[in-house]
C-alpha cells in the first residue's frame, strides 16, 4: 500500500491567517493527490483534485501544488468556515490510500 | 444534482453480515463511474473498502477482500456493500460516494454502523 503521511496532525489558526498542510507519499504519485474537507459529522468533501486542480465551486482560496512525493495545500487566507480536518488521497495506485488529516482549530 | 444516500441496519451483531445499500440520484448508474464505499471509524481516518463499476465489475481493499461482497442494482440506481463475519473493529460510519476518475466528487452523508451484541 502506499502511505501517506501530513503533517502537522493538528495547528491552531486565526482567521485571515495563511495555513499551509502538507502530504507526502511513501512513493511517487505523479499529480495523483488530493484534498479533502471534512467537518464535524460531515462527509468528506472535494476540495483539491490532481494535485492542483480546484474543484468546481470551492474558493479560490484553496489551492494545491506539489508532484511525485511532496504535496501541500494552502488557504491563502482562513475562513471562519474553514475550521475542519483536511485529508490528502492519492488515486495513483489501484487501493486508494488517506492521509490520517490535519485538523486546523480556531486559535 | 448528484445525490447519494446510505441506508441499512446501524447495529449489527458479531459475526453477523452488514448490509449497506446506496441510492443514487440525478445520475444513472449505467452512465459510467465507478461507484465506492468508504468507512470512518469514530475518531479515526478515512479507510477505502472497494469500487463496483456499473457492469458490475469490483476492486476490493486487499485488508477486507475475504469479507467484502459490492453489487449494483442499474434497475433501481443504487449499489450495495456487504462485510461478513464483523466485529467491533468494524464499528464506523460508511460512506458511498462516486468515484469519477482519480478523484470521488460526490459522497452520501454516511451512516454510523455500530457492531455490538
Known amino acids: 500500500d502506499i502511505q501517506m503521511t501530513q503533517s502537522p496532525s493538528s495547528l491552531s489558526a486565526s482567521v485571515g491567517d495563511r495555513v499551509t498542510i502538507t502530504c507526502r507519499a511513501s512513493q511517487s504519485i505523479s499529480i495523483y493527490l488530493n484534498w479533502y474537507q471534512q467537518k464535524t459529522g460531515k462527509a468528506p468533501k472535494l476540495l483539491i483534485y490532481t494535485a492542483s486542480s480546484l474543484q468546481s465551486g470551492v474558493p479560490s482560496r484553496f489551492s494545491g501544488s506539489g508532484s511525485g512525493t511532496d504535496f501541500t495545500l494552502t488557504i491563502s487566507r482562513l475562513q471562519p468556515e474553514d475550521f475542519a480536518t483536511y485529508y490528502c488521497?492519492?488515486?495513483?495506485?489501484?487501493?486508494?490510500?488517506f492521509g490520517q488529516g490535519t485538523k486546523v482549530e480556531i486559535k | 444534482q448528484v445525490q447519494l444516500q446510505e441506508s441499512g441496519p446501524g447495529l449489527v451483531k458479531p459475526s453477523e453480515t452488514l448490509s449497506l445499500t446506496c441510492a443514487v440520484s440525478?445520475?444513472?448508474?449505467?452512465?459510467?463511474?465507478?461507484w465506492g464505499w468508504i468507512r470512518q471509524p469514530p475518531g479515526k481516518g478515512l479507510e477505502w473498502i472497494g469500487n463496483i463499476y456499473h457492469s458490475g465489475s469490483t476492486y476490493y481493499n486487499p485488508s477486507l477482500k475475504s469479507r467484502v461482497t459490492m453489487s449494483v442494482d442499474t434497475s433501481k440506481n443504487q449499489f450495495s456493500l456487504k462485510l461478513s463475519s464483523v466485529t467491533a473493529a468494524d464499528t464506523a460510519v460508511y460512506y458511498c460516494?462516486?468515484?469519477?476518475?482519480?478523484?470521488?466528487?460526490?459522497w452520501g452523508q454516511g451512516t454510523l454502523v455500530t457492531v455490538s451484541s
Open positions: 488521497q492519492q488515486s495513483y495506485s489501484t487501493l486508494w490510500t
Open positions: 440525478g445520475y444513472s448508474i449505467s452512465s459510467g463511474s465507478y
Open positions: 460516494a462516486r468515484r469519477l476518475g482519480d478523484y470521488a466528487d460526490y
